[in-house]
Every structure is written in C-alpha cells, then in structure tokens.
C-alpha cells in the first residue's frame, strides 16, 4: 500500500464545476504540500499547510493531522486549471509525493 | 515568490554522453537542494539531497557514480548523468529550501533527458 494515496486519479469537469481532490497518507508528517504540475512537466506550490485550512483565490486546502488526509477544492473551475495535482506529505524532512490526480476542465 | 532556476530543460544525447543538469535558486540562499526524477505518468522520485559544502546523501537505489551532483554555492547545485544510457531518458526536477523555512520546497522547471 502506498503510503500516499490520492482520489481520483482522474478527474473531468465542465468550466464552473466545483472540484474536489483527496489526499490520505499513513505516515507521521509534519506540513503537507499541494502541488501543480503542467502539462509541460513544470511543478507550482500551490499551498504548505500543516492544519487547518488555507485559500487562495479560487483555490483551498484542508488538512486533519489526526484523521492524516488533506482535501484540495477548486471552485469555478476553468479550463487552465487543467493540469495534474499532486498531494506531498513531509515525513522525516522529505517530501513523499502521491501519484497525482490528473484533472482535465472542459469549456 | 522565490524562484528556481534549472537550465536545460530540454536535452538529447548520445549514450555514454554525459549531462549537466544546473539548478539555481535567483532570490535566496538554498541550503539544501533536492534532485528529483520522474517517469512519464508516474509520481516524482527523490534521488538525492544536497546541503551546500557538502556530500551529497542519496536514496537507496541510486548510483551516486553515475549521477553526480555538486552544490558549491548556497545558489546552484549540479546534478550530472555520467554515460548515459536510454534508461537514463527521465524527466529531471529540483527544487530548493531555504534554511529557516524548512517546509516549503521551490521547484524548478524540471529538464526532459532523451538518450539516444
């Protein structure tokens, strides 16, 4: 079993649909980072949180340390939210990276 | 936000070649750099981390004679394929971390490796 799992692994909406990502891990973490990877490979922060919630712009992250899974939402979903979305727990001062959930926005 | 810097992104060359990956953090000191690879739709591998001034620790499983990495400054490190091979074909990323802000991670570009 992985250790990071994230659901779906595949994701299509229609523009303006509210999305939703999981990410459950089973190991002690200390921040959990959320990623973007575009189509051409390059990797964007999109948030570090270690509890709570966060949110920016049309986008936010939770996180529930004792439940150990994290949720990333996008509302009003666009066409350039297109992209693969990677959940990344720290454990022992590395990342752990899920295997992506690719999302695919259609006008 | 901070910015990483990783030069070439795109790079095709001849087995037994060898490659020099650059990564450069351009608005803050990176103490430690990690060197990251990914297969086409798999998930992004750490290879090894880099603390500037010294060795590099890598992960179990990697040659540390065919992937050399340098970090001699608290802004570049340097990862090199040694004789490459088309198993070596990958897609290469770093990222960097300042040292105060241990928990966030400033990705490159990340550099698509073809072997021939």
């Known amino acids: 079993k992985n250790e990071v799992e994230q659901s779906p692994q595949n994701l299509t909406a229609q523009e303006g649909e509210f999305i939703t990502i999981n990410c459950s891990y089973s190991?002690?973490?200390?921040?959990l980072h959320w990623l973007q990877q575009h189509p051409g490979g390059g990797i964007v922060s999109l948030f570090m949180?270690?509890?709570g919630k966060k949110k920016h712009g049309r986008l936010i992250a939770t996180i529930n340390i004792q439940e150990k899974h994290s949720s990333l939402h996008i509302t009003a979903s666009h066409p350039r939210d297109s992209a693969v979305y990677i959940c990344a727990p720290y454990n022992t001062d590395k990342l752990i990276f899920g295997t992506g959930t690719r999302l695919q926005v259609f006008p | 936000g901070a910015v990483v810097s990783q030069h070439p992104s795109w790079v095709i060359c001849k087995s037994g070649t060898s490659v020099k990956i650059e990564c450069r953090s351009l608005?803050?000191?990176?103490?430690?750099m990690f060197w990251y690879r990914q297969f086409p739709k798999q998930s992004l591998m750490l290879m090894a981390t880099s603390n500037e001034g010294s060795k590099a620790t890598y992960e179990q499983g990697v040659e540390k004679d065919k992937f050399l990495i340098n970090h001699a400054s608290l802004t570049l490190s340097t990862l090199t394929v040694t004789s490459a091979h088309p198993e070596d074909s990958s897609f290469y990323i770093c990222s960097a971390r300042q040292g105060l802000t241990k928990n966030i991670q400033y990705f490159g570009a990340g550099t698509r490796l073809s072997v021939l």
């Open positions: 190991v002690g973490i200390s921040a």
């Open positions: 949180l270690s509890s």
């Open positions: 608005d803050f000191q990176a103490t430690t």
